[in-house]
């Protein structure tokens, strides 16, 4: 028979990574990484807030989390316009977790880029998770702190042909995360991110077939095996490392950034 110290402790153990009474953001969470880490939020007990530039694309994700159960809700937000997101945060009230998600990707070399490229790259990837993290910061240090989640990318840590700008917003996320980390661990605020090798979205589907019709089979099997695991990952696969550092389990960890990879930085020898 177990104590009832023993049968609490055993009580918790059953009900990690659970996010009740939480507030939940999640830009771009109406498809791929992001819809995959907004619907195991939204199971695990977070209200969850998607910021999507398609509204109607983040209101159908909400109506796939309420017919699962969940509590969600859509805002159509550009996280480029300070104020629009400023609004929507406003909006929100409390915050107790930010999953900055939304971004664009661009392909080419410093030559194959243009300041239009470039310009656009940024106002997304960079200044939409400044816009985020502003917004957010504030109502978490009224709440007594909050966890920040920015997705990097494995751009960031090693070199990609023809990845110039992307990987240069991407670094600027890994340095956000650990700049925001140091200011605000005082503050009871824990800011990570993930950096992930090819994940299996609509965008990788959609990116081959624009760029190689008729040979969509070869190309999604060539970039599969560019991880040494030998495929892609799952957006629910990024979700379940999103969840664990953004519960309260991982209350040990800021600063960080973590590779979720298939093996693609350390053991990718090609």
């Not at 800011?191 to 077939?209: K, L, Q, Y």
Request: glycine residues 8%; contains cysteine.
């Amino acid at each position: 028979m177990l104590n009832t110290r023993q049968r609490e402790v055993f009580n918790n153990h059953r009900i990690v990574f659970k996010l009740n009474h939480k507030t939940a953001v999640v830009t771009g969470g109406a498809s791929g990484i992001g819809l995959a880490i907004a619907e195991l939020f939204a199971r695990q007990g977070a209200q969850v807030h998607i910021l999507e530039l398609n509204e109607t694309a983040a209101e159908v994700a909400v109506n796939q989390i309420h017919a699962a159960g969940g509590q969600a809700f859509a805002h159509g937000c550009n996280v480029s316009d300070q104020a629009a997101v400023e609004a929507v945060f406003e909006t929100i009230g409390k915050v107790h977790i930010l999953v900055n998600n939304a971004g664009i990707a661009h392909v080419g070399t410093v030559e194959t880029t243009t300041v239009a490229d470039l310009d656009r790259l940024y106002q997304v990837n960079i200044k939409g998770v400044y816009n985020c993290l502003k917004a957010a910061i504030p109502r978490m240090k009224l709440n007594g702190g909050g966890s920040i989640l920015n997705m990097a990318s494995i751009a960031a840590l090693v070199g990609l042909p023809d990845r110039f700008a992307y990987s240069m917003t991407k670094g600027a996320v890994l340095a956000m995360t650990i700049a925001t980390a140091k200011d605000y661990i005082n503050d009871g605020i824990r800011v990570n991110s993930i950096s992930p090798a090819r994940v299996h979205t609509p965008f990788v589907d959609g990116f081959i077939a624009k760029n190689y019709p008729g040979k969509e089979v070869e190309m999604f099997e060539k970039l599969s095996k560019t991880q040494p695991i030998g495929r892609m990952a799952t957006p629910e696969e990024i979700a379940h490392l999103a969840l664990y550092l953004c519960s309260d389990e991982a209350a040990f960890i800021t600063g960080c950034d973590y590779p979720i990879d298939g093996g693609f930085v350390k053991l990718n020898t090609d």
